[in-house]
């Protein structure tokens, strides 16, 4: 296959994991209610380097390990811990100012010094602590990635590029809607979203610890 088909082969395949609902969905719909598009652009920014660190780690060999039992349980009880962690503290941040103005934090109004490292690290963070990002790459995602270039330096680079353009095409587009969609919505509708989202966070946290509990149990 050329250079341009891997790349859109990956283009497609990628959109059709970044549409399905996860905690990078939820962090995307969060950060962008809070600090605009650039919020959804950092977040899917830390997302693409760990999938970059990914990529490279399979190519050299380590998707055995990454998919064996051992590990997918520490990476599904620890990742369920941090995502716990951060739908509590989406919960708490609403409840405590309803209002989308009280939302925002410092360095993420528009006009100041913007944390897009914090961001970054968020959509790193999100994208480790699911088990199932991990279980995609070391599988589904290693075998196209020998299958349609032999794990060879163009191809591999063309797979990702197209796997990350999609995935950036989708959660932008989510991004837009959630920026400019906010200018309409009453405040109150967005803190009871961003509410709704974090319980949706805890209860997949908690999904993915019982689901390491089953890694564990082989």
Request: aromatic share 14%; no cysteine.
């Amino acid at each position: 296959m050329s250079i341009i088909g891997i790349a859109a082969s990956s283009f497609l395949l990628g959109l059709s994991g970044a549409i399905m609902p996860g905690p990078l969905l939820t962090l995307t719909i969060q950060k962008s209610a809070t600090a605009g598009l650039r919020g959804g652009f950092f977040a899917t920014f830390g997302h693409a380097m760990v999938e970059m660190v990914a990529v490279i780690a399979f190519v050299l060999g380590l998707a055995s390990l990454a998919s064996s039992p051992g590990v997918m349980a520490a990476v599904a009880t620890g990742g369920g811990a941090i995502l716990l962690y951060m739908g509590w503290g989406m919960i708490a941040q609403a409840l405590k100012s309803p209002s989308l103005s009280g939302l925002q934090n410092p360095g993420e109004v528009p006009g100041t010094v913007y944390p897009w490292w914090k961001v970054s690290l968020s959509g790193a963070l999100v994208s480790v602590a699911n088990p199932y990002w991990l279980l995609w790459w070391a599988t589904v995602g290693t075998t196209y990635l020998f299958a349609w270039g032999g794990g060879r330096p163009l191809p591999v680079a063309a797979f990702y590029l197209g796997h990350i353009w999609a995935d950036f095409a989708w959660f932008m587009t989510v991004s837009a809607a959630v920026t400019f969609g906010r200018k309409i919505i009453p405040d109150r509708l967005y803190s009871g979203l961003l509410i709704v989202l974090g319980g949706a966070l805890m209860l997949l946290a908690l999904y993915f610890v019982y689901s390491g509990l089953m890694f564990a149990r082989g």
